[in-house]
């Protein structure tokens, strides 16, 4: 499966962008989409992911402000993220599962300015 990432940039404090990942199979197939994120000299940590069965979970520091979705006829799920904060700047990368193996995005920078 091969995931490209798409939407970063560059938006002031309080501002919205919206995260695409784009699957390169129908993603009824995988059984976890997701996000994670990694800032500068952290470690990657969970944004939001979406379960098969319909569970979703957000990180508790993106909880009320991201919103995860998807578009099953373009095997696309997107992030949208609002009144983003400095502290999200970081590169999002895309994720998914299908059986025993896991998938990454290549990454899309977000940055956040005051």
């Known amino acids: 499966v091969q995931l490209q990432a798409s939407g970063g940039g560059l938006v002031q404090a309080g501002g919205s962008l919206r995260l695409s990942c784009e699957a390169s199979r129908t993603i009824f197939s995988l059984n976890v989409r997701g996000w994670y994120r990694q800032a500068p000299g952290k470690q990657r940590e969970l944004v939001a992911v979406?379960?098969?069965?319909?569970?979703?979970n957000y990180g508790d520091s993106v909880k009320g402000r991201f919103t995860i979705s998807r578009d099953i006829r373009r095997n696309t799920w997107f992030l949208q993220m609002n009144s983003l904060k400095p502290e999200d700047t970081a590169v999002y990368y895309c994720?998914?599962?299908?059986?025993?193996?896991?998938?990454w995005g290549q990454g899309t920078q977000v940055t956040v300015s005051s």
């Open positions: 994720y998914a599962v299908r059986g025993p193996s896991d998938y």
């Open positions: 979406m379960i098969s069965g319909g569970n979703i």
